[in-house]
């Protein structure tokens, strides 16, 4: 009989966790010839649900280390990534560009200088004097906003890439149990996930892609990882007040740290991140729509549609992601903060690299 190394296309992996990271490491594990089981509690309750969508790479402001490296990796890559799910989704694209803006004078300085020190055609800074900024401050009904245009980031549909994702799945008979792992252990040369229901699930590797849950079920393992959790939280804004233009507004920013998207002529998504709080707030409409000295009187007029939010993971102690082999056959891959469908491209093939190590 030929062992697993010298036939691992007939290896199975057990990914837990279901979010963007786990679907895109299932799905490039699955075109190596894997066989694959995803494993969810509750694939509709993961933070990914809460995630906005915006790409920010190329404005990324460190531009070395291994941040800048996974960023500019996945920046080559989600292309390819976008051309190979338009079988399932011809609508799903990066819609460009992407703007980080700000009100502070210091902050806009900053901007000025990695523009002028790196020199990239992609990026631009956009003065008071621009006609974009002028329709923004006109807008939000201040003349204090500025910042920079990347034409290389945007933003993706997070709600339509997954559920892409999933018709991906499903058409390559990707096996997905709804229960709750809470154990794993190893026995021989493979790996055992026990469910809360005690039943023992086999496979030759594991791959954890379940954010802080991650840490309970390797608890007994040496390892020394430390994950907290952070808060995303997001609003749908009905704007019904003819004194202010949607249109006018790009498809896509931030200001002062809170992420917006117009979605229609009278509806606004504004989200964030929360390093302070795990607890969603009754009524986030004042935290989420204070991101000016002055709030225009439209915005204070507008109304909550809509309202989501989802628990992060953020390492503590290094930088983020936790991208790791814990022991043969094991590999944790989470703690992406605010950059899970970034970064999930250059993810999903540093994880396929290391199985492919581990079997060679």
């Known amino acids: 009989m030929k062992s697993l190394k010298e036939n691992f296309q007939r290896a199975h992996i ?8 786990g679907k895109f490491n299932a799905l490039e ?19 990914s649900n809460a995630a906005l969508g915006l790409l920010m790479g190329n404005m990324y402001q460190k531009r070395r280390g291994r941040s800048w490296d996974l960023r500019k990796q996945s920046i080559e890559l989600w292309p390819q990534w976008i051309k ?3 079988k399932f989704n011809n609508e799903l694209n990066i819609e460009k560009p992407l703007m980080q803006l700000t009100t502070n004078e210091e902050k806009f300085k900053k901007l000025e200088k990695f523009i002028y020190e790196n020199n990239d055609i992609n990026l631009k800074i956009l003065e008071k004097d621009s006609i974009l900024i002028k329709n923004i401050n006109k807008a939000f009904q ?5 910042g920079m245009i990347s034409f290389k980031d945007g933003r993706i549909n997070a709600t339509s890439l997954l559920n892409t994702l999933d018709k991906c799945l499903k058409h390559k008979k990707i096996n997905f149990l709804e229960e709750e792992i809470i154990k794993i252990r190893k026995s021989n040369n493979h790996w055992i996930s026990t469910t809360k229901n005690n039943e023992d699930i086999k496979s030759d590797m594991i791959i954890l892609c379940n954010s802080l ?22 609003i749908e804004v009905d704007i019904n007040d003819a004194e202010v233009d949607l249109f006018s507004l790009p498809k896509q920013f931030s200001i002062n740290g809170k ?21 969603p707030e009754e009524n986030p409409f004042e935290k989420l729509t204070n991101f000016l000295d002055k709030k225009p009187s439209w915005l204070i007029k507008g109304k909550i549609s809509k309202k989501w939010y989802g628990i992060r993971s953020r390492p503590d102690g290094e930088s983020s992601p936790i991208m790791r082999k814990i022991e043969n056959g094991l590999i944790i891959c989470t703690g992406f903060y605010k950059n899970g469908i970034l970064l ?3 993810c999903s093939k540093w994880v396929a690299n290391e199985i492919k190590n581990y079997l060679a």
Request: proline letters at 4%; charged letters at 20%; hydrophobic letters at 40%.
């Open 14 to 21: 057990v990914i837990i966790g279901s979010g963007i990271i």
């Open 29 to 47: 594990l699955s075109e190596l010839g894997f066989q694959i089981t995803i494993i969810d509690p509750a694939k509709l309750q993961n933070s």
């Open 84 to 86: 190979f799910l338009h």
């Open 142 to 146: 201040t003349r204090n906003i500025k």
């Open 213 to 234: 849950k991650a840490l309970d079920l390797i608890r007994n393992l040496s390892h020394n990882i430390k994950l907290k959790p952070v808060l995303g939280q997001a």
């Open 259 to 279: 992420n917006i998207i117009r979605k229609s002529k009278n509806k606004l998504i504004i989200g964030s991140t929360d390093e302070y709080s795990t607890m």
């Open 344 to 346: 999930a491209p250059a």
